[in-house]
């Protein structure tokens, strides 16, 4: 699987979007890029996934570059619930289950 | 739906002792998984199932093991806890096709 860079630390204000970097160069053409959260002591859990176009949820939304190689989770509207590390992970969608979870981006929402 | 359960909570061995740690899902996910997650660390994964009777290792197996005899349960056994053991497991289940994993919400272990 391609490595993902990601930013340790970001802080938002509440209220603002947070726009949260990630950097995937070495990606290949089947890998999709996947976001997940993990608020305090808590489980993962699933933002949204993209393959080559920009993707949106109700929870955020994904922008991937051109080139696929980097992209960026914009959460419109951060609140102080979304503070919590975000981590961005490239991966084939075949069979198995492995998701490899690097350091992540901690994002700190200031009221 | 209860999701993905996991049991205990919190527990505290002794180093040598074995014990097992539980994991459940009601979704009829085919694909199952166990990670650790040690302090400031992301999430490693020890084993993972893609359906019942089927098993393989993650990046992490050594001292775990693992069975799935149902499509409900995947539970994690620690053969002879060590101190290194110490750690935040999580289980988590995916449907076949999807994108999008389950995680529990983690089980606490101290190794003394």
């Known amino acids: 699987d391609a490595k993902t860079t990601q930013p340790p630390s970001m802080d938002c204000a509440e209220g603002r979007a947070a726009n949260l970097p990630c950097n995937h160069s070495?990606?290949?053409?089947?890998?999709?890029v996947y976001w997940y959260r993990q608020i305090h002591s808590q489980g993962p859990q699933y933002i949204i996934h993209?393959?080559?176009n920009n993707e949106t949820n109700e929870m955020a939304s994904l922008i991937i570059t051109e080139d696929r190689k980097s992209s960026t989770l914009i959460l419109p509207h951060a609140t102080l619930r979304d503070t919590a590390v975000y981590y961005c992970?490239?991966?084939?969608?075949?069979?198995?289950?492995?998701?490899?979870f690097g350091g992540g981006t901690r994002l700190m929402v200031k009221p | 739906n209860a999701g993905v359960t996991q049991t205990p909570k919190f527990q505290v061995l002794k180093t040598g002792q074995s014990m097992t740690l539980q994991c459940a899902q009601d979704?009829?996910?085919?694909?199952m998984s166990w990670y650790r997650q040690d302090p400031g660390m992301g999430l490693r994964l020890i084993h993972y199932?893609?359906?019942?009777?089927?098993?393989d290792q993650g990046e992490v197996p050594n001292g775990y093991n693992v069975s799935r005899s149902t499509t409900e349960d995947f539970p994690l056994r620690l053969l002879s806890a060590a101190p290194s053991q110490t750690s935040v497991y999580f289980c988590?289940?995916?449907?076949?096709?999807?994108?999008?994993?389950?995680f529990g919400p983690g089980t606490r272990l101290t190794v003394t």
């Open positions: 988590a289940s995916r449907e076949t096709g999807a994108h999008e994993q389950y």
């Open positions: 070495t990606i290949s053409g089947n890998e999709y």
């Open positions: 993209g393959l080559k």
């Open positions: 992970i490239v991966r084939e969608d075949n069979a198995g289950n492995m998701l490899t």
């Open positions: 979704m009829n996910h085919e694909y």
């Open positions: 199932s893609v359906g019942a009777g089927i098993t």
